[in-house]
């Protein structure tokens, strides 16, 4: 019932990072609350517990809708079956209306250790949490992971403490995911593969150096690489990427969208990737991001993993802009730790990819544009690029 629910809640010790102490969720119970006739509604696995929309990165935001069954799949309450158990307090920065931020409430009820909720995040703020709680597992999203490692905080503050860091959100470019594993030689450095439509089916993928660009393999659900109509294609084939879900999700009240996405307990990711021998994930772009560039397909993920490769670079975004004679050609967009031109890194870049792949435009900027869940929005880059005059580098306002 919902007083125990509730005294549950606080023995978890939920506490928000740098905000006003907690509310002591056992005084919480109301005595209104707790008459019976508040609570005669007759609640089923398959009801509606929950509409999330998605970050709208690639178009309109759409409403996805989850059952009470979607989000209890794969809770526990065995004290020897909690999660994160190598953890005393574990720590994210995950705006609460994410797919993500949702699964980190469902982990301060499930899980072992106590949760820290960073009410927002810049990178010595968060080392800092994590060296004064002694945190155990945190998680980013790859725009934050690779903040933490172009700010050098763990040469400043003791991670020592940290035995898993988690990615997700994006593919984590290989060269920020070998720095993270290099700077944190005590942690475990985990990318994690899933959408607010899919969820809770995901791969996982523990940062392998032989593997340095794979998101893994599934851990919960199943995988395949698909062609439009969706059947099955060999590995190592380019495909859609699709994921089905234990107990699948839907789109709420958009019956068009549900019959693209949806198909029976599968999910069109919106994804293209292969799988490779041994069954492992490596996806080659967005199916929205890819530019067709002249008689060329050109992979943003790799351009972006190449420029994170440069010492310099502590942020990258890649994306099509229109171009009179090949129809679309690749840009980007770099963040630089110290005083970079373009010049120098198309000299960089010119060793590393094809000429095609080269970004032209190409500028150094103050900061990428993000929305609330840290995800570069690529379109809003892409139009802010188009009313650029032509400079080498600039802000954005």
Not at 278 to 289: K, M, N, P, S, V
Request: aromatic share 6%.
């Amino acid at each position: 019932d919902l007083p125990d629910l509730l005294a549950d809640c606080a023995a978890t010790a939920l506490v928000h990072a740098g905000a006003a102490p907690p509310v002591d969720c056992a005084t919480f119970a109301c005595a209104d609350l707790s008459a019976p006739e508040a609570f005669d509604a007759v609640l089923r696995p398959g009801d509606p517990a929950q509409i999330l929309y998605t970050s709208g990165t690639t178009g309109r935001p759409k409403g996805v809708r989850a059952s009470h069954a979607n989000l209890a799949y794969g809770c526990t309450a065995g004290p020897r079956r909690l999660k994160l158990a190598h953890s005393e307090h574990f720590l994210h920065a995950y705006p609460i209306g994410t797919n993500a931020g949702q699964t980190m409430l469902i982990n301060a009820l499930d899980a072992y250790p106590a949760a820290l909720c960073a009410t927002r995040f810049t990178p010595a703020r968060f080392a800092r949490l994590i060296e004064e709680h002694r945190v155990g597992t945190a998680f980013v999203v790859p725009a934050m992971a690779a903040e933490l490692l172009g700010a050098r905080v763990y040469e400043r503050h003791d991670l020592s403490s940290l035995r898993l860091l988690g990615s997700t959100g994006a593919a984590l470019p290989p060269a920020v995911a070998a720095g993270l594993a290099a700077a944190l030689p005590g942690a475990t450095i985990v990318n994690y593969y899933t959408s607010t439509e899919a969820a809770p089916a995901q791969t996982t993928m523990v940062y392998d150096p032989a593997r340095p660009d794979s998101v893994g393999r599934p851990t919960a659900g199943q995988l395949r690489i698909a062609d439009p109509d969706g059947n099955p294609v060999p590995a190592g084939e380019i495909g859609e990427v699709w994921l089905r879900c234990p107990v699948p999700r839907a789109y709420h009240g958009d019956a068009e969208a549900n019959a693209a996405v949806f198909r029976g307990g599968w999910v069109r990711m919106g994804d293209v990737g292969h799988l490779d021998a041994d069954g492992f994930l490596h996806l080659a772009d967005r199916a929205g991001d890819l530019v067709k560039s002249g008689g060329h397909k050109v992979s943003t993920l790799r351009v972006e993993a190449v420029l994170h490769e440069h010492p310099a670079v502590t942020q990258a975004a890649a994306f099509g802009v229109p171009h009179p004679v090949l129809g679309a050609t690749v840009a980007a967009a770099v963040v630089a730790r110290t005083e970079l031109t373009p010049v120098a890194l198309r000299a960089f870049l010119a060793t590393r990819l094809a000429p095609y792949e080269v970004p032209n435009p190409l500028r150094v900027v103050d900061r990428l544009p993000t929305n609330n869940a840290g995800k570069v929005l690529k379109g809003e880059l892409a139009r802010l690029f188009g009313k650029q005059d032509g400079s080498a580098s600039g802000k954005f306002d």
